[in-house]
């Protein structure tokens, strides 16, 4: 079957059985789910087959399924945005749907049909456009997930494969909002390896740097900026979202080098700070050159990016025992501006001159 020739079924929840949508001022981050879920499977006999936007319910599945023995599991997120016009917006979806598979391809699983895929997740957004927030930064989180579900033991990649997109309406991914977060230079446990699948969104990845975040959070600090896994000293990722320094006006993010997952807000970002015309470097920074420069006044500033929290200042980091202020622990101009920016294009405020953006109604 050709991926254009696959079948996507509608079933609705009936109105009774719908949820009351929750208080959008208190949303949280993934707590709440809209009424409808897409669903479709795979077989190495069939390919991918029974498409359908359905109400949102529980799977049932064999405890032999092989993504609880061997961790065949990879998503994605992104996100609907609601414009004061009453537009609803996708950001870059194509863009996740092909890194989606790349991660498909280094855990050995199969590659979705992209292009359907896209128009399944803009109907499914449409069913329930309803859910969608209208509240001062308020979106609807889409997460693309797909699992190994044949019931079998022994290592091999699955005959089976299920993959769904689940959707659910979202405030500030941190408690502190666009304000500057607190962050824990982890030295001891490591992210991902050279060689390794640091570079995939796979759910193993961050089921190993739970540990390190949750001993970082006990501290009292936010989030883990990981360094590398060789020498301990080159800076990889904050947590989930990738970093980015301002040290003598020049914008610095580490490289894409398979340890580290090429965030298409990073990207993003990177693309509007050449727009500006800004120096840029992808390039290696050890934790040692940003203390350095925090020493001589030549640290401006540093950022996070990621879907969740599209930009997220950092406003203090803590290594070794010692605590290095970023910016008097305020936000920075280039994050402030990269967070409106980002957001106005997002929310359909302002041009979008490279065509990231989507339209579902």
């Avoid at 050709?2 to 707590?31: M, S, V, W, Y």
């Avoid at 870059?92 to 292009?115: G, K, L, T, W, Y």
């Avoid at 950022?303 to 406003?315: E, K, M, Q, R, Y």
Wanted: with cysteine; net charge negative.
């Amino acid at each position: 079957m050709l991926d254009t020739e696959l079948e996507i079924a509608l079933r609705k929840a009936p109105e009774e059985a719908r949820k009351d949508k929750p208080d959008q001022n208190a949303l949280g981050f993934g707590q709440y789910f809209t009424d409808h879920m897409f669903v479709m499977r795979w077989t190495r006999a069939a390919g991918w087959h029974d498409a359908e936007i359905a109400p949102y319910a529980d799977f049932s599945m064999d405890p032999a399924a092989m993504v609880f023995h061997y961790g065949q599991a990879i998503f994605e997120g992104l996100k609907a945005y609601k414009s004061k016009n009453g537009e609803i917006l996708l950001f870059r979806p194509r863009d996740n749907f092909e890194r989606m598979n790349r991660s498909a391809m280094r855990m050995c699983m199969p590659r979705i049909p992209a292009d359907r895929m896209l128009q399944a997740l803009k109907a499914l957004v449409y069913l329930d456009r309803n859910w969608v927030p209208t509240a001062p930064g308020a979106t609807l989180y889409l997460r693309p997930t797909m699992i190994a579900t044949e019931p079998a033991l022994g290592l091999r990649p699955s005959d089976e494969y299920l993959f769904f997109i689940l959707a659910s309406p979202v405030g500030a991914y941190y408690a502190e909002g666009f304000n500057p977060v607190k962050i824990y230079v982890e030295s001891n446990y490591v992210r991902a390896v050279p060689g390794g699948v640091g570079e995939a969104k796979t759910a193993g990845n961050y089921a190993a740097s739970v540990k390190a975040l949750t001993e970082a959070q006990r501290n009292g600090y936010s989030q883990v900026l990981w360094l590398d896994a060789l020498e301990h000293k080159y800076i990889e990722e904050v947590g989930t979202s990738n970093a980015f320094f301002v040290i003598n006006d020049e914008l610095i993010t580490p490289p894409l080098g398979g340890t580290i997952l090429p965030g298409i807000t990073r990207d993003s970002v990177l693309t509007l700070a050449r727009d500006w015309g800004m120096k840029v470097n992808e390039r290696k920074i050890t934790i040692d050159e940003v203390i350095a420069a925090a020493e001589d006044g030549s640290l401006g500033e540093v950022f996070s990016t990621g879907t969740a929290a599209v930009i997220s200042p950092l406003g203090e980091l803590f290594y070794k025992g010692e605590k290095i202020i970023v910016n008097n622990g305020e936000t920075g101009p280039v994050a402030q501006r990269m967070f409106d920016e980002l957001q106005a294009i997002q929310f359909g405020e302002r041009p979008d001159q490279h065509g990231w953006t989507v339209r579902v109604a």
